[in-house]
């Protein structure tokens, strides 16, 4: 097994600058201006949002702080490449080769190579199909289907789902079939097919209610009960985000969040006794991630405050877990800043924006990759908020460039940005250019 470094930099000298971290995420605590946590019992008595809720600062001072003292490390990045690109030792037998691969996919993805992933993932999962148990086979599996979710072959890859959950109702597989459904609806909502989304979502709360009852078939509901519930919520909270139900949809992701913690807290009692126990670390960064869908829900409902307090929160905790110079801090860099481009503090949301794709850049992720095509999009709309018309045109047409070999619906949706066509329509031209505004899909 390879050992996958994931943080690329050296962390900030002052640790309390991070120190509103998954402890602060679940303990109802916000951040204070210095990186310390308020607990309840310091919050005012009153507040006009809230009794427990607490205004961020209003300056992201103390995040740019800790953004600029982590500076990259060559050192580390030189080993996340070195165990991306390491080569299967001589001898292996089929099933240590199908581990080899299905880890180097894992180290291929970290540093965004997408596409490498899904091919490392597909040799694992043809290896472990003679002498595997049947666990690994559906865990190599699943890996193809997210890596296709991930790289936008969302037809290629509900079709796998829908094959896996039909083979997965045997006993050492039989609780896969949540995060597959779930899986499926992850896809079905990204190809606009709502119907099929919900259809996934029906039969996973039959099994669920049988699992709930008691049933023999569900022994394991006692243990993974928690994480089979959280799949349940996530999939109603797609849902409901994709109609445009924002409220419902912060519901589900408040409840998705508070099931994933609870399972933290069994599978931590676990770890030194069930070795096929998910790592904790990587629960802990859905339950970030849950906290930022919130804030997201909640921007969309018009709460900037708390949507702010919430997103900062995750920040932190990421940061003080994975660091900077990851790829999984990214989307948490530029979450903040979209809800910060919301509040109209362009110049904030622009700073942030821009350190996500310092980021990515610094990990060599291309800008072709879905993570920084979004944050070239959030960027021009940012400008153009700001009234930067001419930078705002420059990173619109680097994000064509860029996406230019993308599947054309992929393109079109994120293309279409009213705010691109805003920065056009004033535009001057002295002469033709290789990107007009008549070039934008209508929505």
């Known amino acids: 097994m390879l050992c996958l470094v994931l943080s690329f930099g050296t962390k900030a000298s002052s640790q309390e600058s991070a120190e509103c971290s998954f402890n602060a995420a679940t303990t109802q605590q916000a951040c204070q201006p210095n990186g310390g946590a308020w607990s309840v019992s310091d919050r005012p008595a009153k507040s006009r949002l809230s009794p427990s809720f607490l205004p961020p600062p209003r300056s992201i001072a103390d995040i740019t702080a800790i953004l600029d003292s982590e500076k990259p490390d060559p050192a580390t990045l030189a080993r996340m490449k070195s165990a991306a690109d390491a080569e299967p030792a001589d001898g292996l037998s089929q099933e240590s080769l199908a581990h080899f691969y299905y880890a180097r996919s894992e180290a291929r993805g970290i540093l965004g190579r997408s596409l490498d992933a899904l091919t490392d993932s597909r040799h694992a999962f043809t290896l472990a199909q003679q002498d595997s148990s049947d666990r690994f086979k559906m865990r190599a599996a699943m890996a193809v289907a997210s890596w296709l979710r991930s790289t936008g072959d969302y037809h290629h890859g509900i079709a796998m789902v829908e094959q896996l959950i039909a083979e997965a109702d045997r006993p050492q597989t039989r609780g896969n079939l949540f995060p597959l459904h779930h899986l499926a609806v992850s896809n079905a909502v990204a190809m606009g097919d ?11 709360l039959v099994l669920i209610e049988e699992a709930r009852s008691g049933s023999p078939r569900w022994q394991s509901y006692r243990i993974r009960g928690s994480s089979w519930e959280c799949s349940i919520a996530l999939m109603q909270a797609m849902i409901f985000y994709a109609k445009g139900q924002f409220r419902e949809a912060e519901t589900a992701y408040v409840q998705a969040r508070e099931f994933r913690i609870k399972s933290i807290d069994v599978f931590n009692k676990l770890v030194n006794t069930d070795k096929d126990v998910p790592l904790v670390s990587d629960l802990q960064r859905q339950a970030d991630g849950f906290l930022l869908s919130i804030a997201k829900m909640k921007s969309r409902r018009g709460r900037l405050a708390e949507a702010e ?3 900062r929160v995750a920040l932190f905790s990421r940061l ?14 530029t979450g903040l800043a979209d809800i910060l481009n919301w509040e109209g503090r362009f110049a904030e949301a622009e700073k942030l924006v821009r350190a996500g794709l310092d980021i990515q850049r610094t990990l060599e992720i291309g800008d072709d990759h879905a993570t920084n095509a979004n944050a070239l999009s959030s960027l021009g709309s940012i400008l153009t908020g700001e009234g ?17 070999t993308w599947d054309a619906p992929q393109r ?6 009213v705010m691109r ?3 056009c329509e004033p535009r001057p031209l002295a002469k033709p250019e290789p990107f007009h505004c008549g070039n934008i899909e209508p929505w």
Do not use: C, W
């Open 309 to 311: 307090s919430d997103a």
């Open 388 to 404: 930067k018309s001419d930078e705002a045109n420059k990173v619109f047409d680097q994000l064509d460039e860029a996406i230019a």
């Open 194 to 204: 709502l119907p099929r989304a919900e259809e996934h979502l029906r039969q996973a």
């Open 412 to 417: 079109v949706a994120l293309l279409s940005n």
């Open 421 to 423: 066509m805003i920065a």
């Open 320 to 333: 003080k877990a994975d660091g900077k110079y990851n790829r999984l801090t990214t989307p948490y860099v």
